[in-house]
C-alpha cells in the first residue's frame, strides 16, 4: 500500500494498568478484544494492534469521518466496567506502511503519538490533533471540551453514552440497560450528549475529505 493522504490514528494507553491485578487485566483484555470485533463489523478498515501490555494504537484509513465516534466509543465501553483510557485521535497523511501500524509512519502518526505525551504530562483523557495547524487550533478547544465531560462521566453515563454512539434509540437503551426512557434521557444529558453530538458532527464535516 503507498501513501495514504488522509487517515485517523487514535493512540491509547489504559490508565494505572500496572495496578490492575491478574484477574481485571484478563477481563480489560477481553472488553478490548470485544470492542475490536464489534468496530470492524462495522467499519471494514478499522485495524488495532496492541503493545506493550497497556497500549493500542487503531488506524481508520477510509471511514475517517468515524474516528472521534469511535475513540469515545472505546471511552465509554472500557468506563462503564471501571477501566480509563487516554486517547490519542491523529488527523493526516499516512506516508509509510510497515509490517504492522506500530511501524508505519506519516503525520497522522506523528501528531497522535505526540499528543497521547502531552496528555500523560497533563493528566487528561483525549486529544483530537490534526496535521493543519488551522484546525488543530480549534481543536484544541474541541479536546478541552470533551476532557471536561469524561473526566465528569458516571459508569452508568458511560454505559448509555456507548449504546447512543452506536446510534441506538433511547427505548432500545432503555430495554439493554432495564431502565425507563427517561431515566437514560436524564444520563445522556448529564454525560452532556448534546454538546458531544455537536462535536462528533463538527469532527465529521472537517474529516470528510
Known amino acids: 500500500m503507498g501513501k495514504i493522504a488522509n487517515a485517523v490514528i487514535i493512540t491509547g494507553d489504559i490508565i494505572a494498568s500496572s495496578k490492575l491485578t491478574a484477574i481485571k487485566r484478563k477481563k480489560l483484555q477481553n472488553k478490548v478484544a470485544v470492542f475490536i470485533k464489534k468496530i470492524t463489523t462495522n467499519l471494514p478498515d478499522f485495524k488495532a494492534e496492541q503493545f506493550r501490555g497497556d497500549s493500542l494504537q487503531c488506524v481508520l484509513t477510509k471511514n475517517k469521518t468515524a474516528g472521534l465516534r469511535t475513540a469515545l466509543s472505546l471511552y465509554c465501553f472500557l468506563a462503564a466496567d471501571d477501566f480509563k483510557i487516554r486517547q490519542s485521535v491523529g488527523f493526516g497523511?499516512?506516508?509509510?506502511?510497515?509490517n504492522n501500524i506500530v511501524t508505519s509512519d506519516g503525520t497522522a502518526f506523528r501528531v497522535s503519538g505526540e499528543?497521547?505525551?502531552?496528555?500523560?504530562?497533563?493528566?487528561?483523557?483525549?486529544s483530537i490533533a490534526f496535521a493543519d495547524l488551522t484546525l488543530n487550533e480549534e481543536w484544541k478547544v474541541h479536546s478541552a471540551s470533551l476532557n471536561y465531560l469524561l473526566e465528569r462521566l458516571s459508569n452508568a453515563q458511560a454505559e448509555a453514552l456507548y449504546l447512543q454512539l452506536q446510534n441506538?434509540?433511547?427505548?432500545?437503551?432503555?430495554?439493554?440497560?432495564?431502565?425507563?426512557?427517561?431515566?437514560?434521557?436524564?444520563?445522556?444529558?448529564?454525560?452532556?450528549w448534546v454538546v458531544i453530538n455537536?462535536?462528533?458532527?463538527?469532527?465529521?464535516?472537517?474529516?470528510?475529505v
Open 93 to 98: 497523511d499516512i506516508s509509510f506502511n510497515g
Open 115 to 126: 499528543n497521547i505525551d502531552e496528555l500523560k504530562k497533563r493528566n487528561e483523557l483525549i
Open 168 to 192: 441506538a434509540k433511547q427505548e432500545e437503551i432503555a430495554k439493554t440497560l432495564h431502565i425507563s426512557q427517561p431515566s437514560v434521557h436524564q444520563r445522556l444529558q448529564a454525560a452532556g
Open 198 to 208: 455537536r462535536l462528533i458532527q463538527r469532527f465529521e464535516s472537517v474529516t470528510a
